[in-house]
Nanobody
Framework: QVQLVESGGGLVQAGGSLRLSCAAS????????MGWFRQAPGQEREFVAA????????LYADSVKGRFTISRDSAKNTVYLQMNSLTPEDTGVYYC?????????????????WGQGTQVTVSS
């Protein structure tokens, strides 16, 4: 099993920044991706960003390109999501997840392990 613990959420004004962290522990894999998803009230969960743990390749949703940056720290088994220029539309619960093996990093159903989520609220 893999345990994922997110932190760093909170309340921020529009235009502000937050950095989310997701610490992973437990079982390790030779090939996996870590992703961030978010779910706004009344909306389905959507892809935000992902990083390939071994090679560092990244992918972003169009809505966050140029504003969000995903990164990883292998020594700490932690993935980060730096969020800048936040808008109220970025409000939601942010989840980190692990996808083992092949499959699209932007597809929620491809991920096997999920954190409990952290709330991000952006006020106007």
């Amino acid at each position: 099993q893999v345990q994922l613990v997110e932190s760093g959420g909170g309340l921020v004004q529009a235009g502000g920044s937050l950095r989310l962290s997701c610490a992973a522990s437990g079982r390790t894999f030779s090939r996996y991706d870590m992703g961030w998803f978010r779910q706004a009230p009344g909306q389905e969960r959507e892809f935000v960003a992902a990083v390939n743990w071994r090679y560092g390749n990244t992918l972003y949703a169009d809505s966050v390109k140029g504003r969000f940056t995903i990164s990883r720290d292998s020594a700490k088994n932690t993935v980060y999501l730096q969020m800048n220029s936040l808008t109220p539309e970025d409000t939601g619960v942010y989840y980190c997840a692990v996808k083992v093996g092949a499959g699209s990093v932007a597809t929620e159903s491809e991920y096997q392990y999920w954190g409990q989520g952290t709330q991000v609220t952006v006020s106007s």
